[in-house]
Structure formats: C-alpha cells, structure tokens
C-alpha cells in the first residue's frame, strides 16, 4: 500500500528518476516547452517550480543551490538571466500543462509542458487599456464628428468629378496615340513607290 506516498516513481528507481527530472528541467528551461506524458509533466512540475522560485534572487547561494538539482552550469546562468526576470513578478504558477492526445505506440496521455511566460499567445500584454468616459463635453464632440463627415463626403465628391475628368484626358490620349499609328503605314508606303520607278 501506498498510505502517505506522494512521490510518482515513475516505474524508475530513486537516482534515475533524480537524473530524469533534472534532465527534463534543463530541457524546459532551454526551449521553454517539451512534450511528454502526463504523469512525468506532473512529476516535473514539482520539480522545477521551486527552483524557478530559487532563481528570484540572484545569489551565489541561490545559484549553488539551483546548481546541486539541474548540473548545468549553462542552464543555471540562462535561468538567472533570460527567465528570472520574466518570472519576478508572478507568485507562483510558472508552468502551464497542455493536454495534446495519446501517443500512438503505447496509448499513453501526451502533453506540452511550458513556461507560462514565454507563450505570447496566452499573455494579455496587449490588451487595451480603456479609460473612463464621462458625460461632459459629449455635444462638443458630436459636433466635430458631424463636421469630419461632412469632410470627408465633400472630400469624396471632389474625388469623383477629379476622376471623370482624369477619365476623359485617358479617353483623349488614347486617340492621340491611335493617330501617329494610322500614319506610319502611309509613310511606308511613300518610301516604297521610289523604289517601284527605279
């Protein structure tokens, strides 16, 4: 029986299981997402979120302490430099786990595990800020409303007598250049009929 047992083992032994997870935290901070199964998602998420937490303050303790879970000296310097920052603001919550389907071999439940900070897509960054509206002043703005309309269907109108009469000077040109064209075979000819006397 299992009574008070909250670790998965995952069907591994204590120190594969150890190098597993440390292995897959590298990967998580490196890319910011990784597929795998659900249960090692879980597993991970325990795993890495208080070292996410650990990177908050940046001290060589701290450091150290990051470095005795991951052993990664490159991993560790990315995580103080590139996530920390992004993270310092949230409380907690780092990760985001995403159900994809079941794998096709063994029909085990697949999902992307990522950094909650680093998908653009989720993030409300760009949201509008709205300001409050009040009641005052509102005549004084439909009034330059009503004048900007009425610009703007003065400004259409020029447009279209512009471009009929743009219209008429394309018609024009057209003929013009229709003419020299009637002349040159009329000039061919003449410079034949010499030829034809010699």
């Not at 591994?12 to 990967?27: D, F, G, I, P």
Request: net charge neutral; hydrophobic share 30%.
């Amino acid at each position: 029986m299992r009574h008070g047992n909250k670790v998965n083992n995952l069907g591994r032994k204590s120190a594969h299981r150890k190098a597993m997870l440390s292995n897959m935290a590298c990967s998580l901070i490196q890319h910011k997402r990784i597929n795998t199964t659900i249960a090692k998602a879980k597993a991970l998420r325990t795993f890495v979120e208080p070292l996410l937490t650990k990177s908050k303050t940046d001290s060589t303790h701290s450091r150290r302490t990051v470095f005795s879970y991951l052993q990664n000296k490159d991993i560790v310097t990315e995580l103080f430099r590139e996530v920390a920052p992004k993270i310092a603001n949230r409380e907690g919550g780092y990760t985001r786990i995403i159900r994809t389907g079941y794998r096709l071999g063994d029909n085990a439940e697949m999902c992307l595990i990522e950094l909650v900070d680093f998908n653009e897509l989720y993030t409300n960054d760009n949201a509008k800020k709205t300001t409050r509206r009040s009641r005052r002043g509102g005549a004084k703005k439909e009034a330059v409303e009503a004048t900007v309309v009425e610009e703007t269907t003065a400004a259409a109108a020029e447009d279209t007598t512009e471009g009929d009469v743009s219209a008429d000077a394309t018609v024009e040109a057209t003929n013009e250049t229709v003419e020299p064209e009637a002349e040159t075979p009329a000039a061919d000819e003449a410079t034949e009929e010499p030829s034809e006397d010699k």
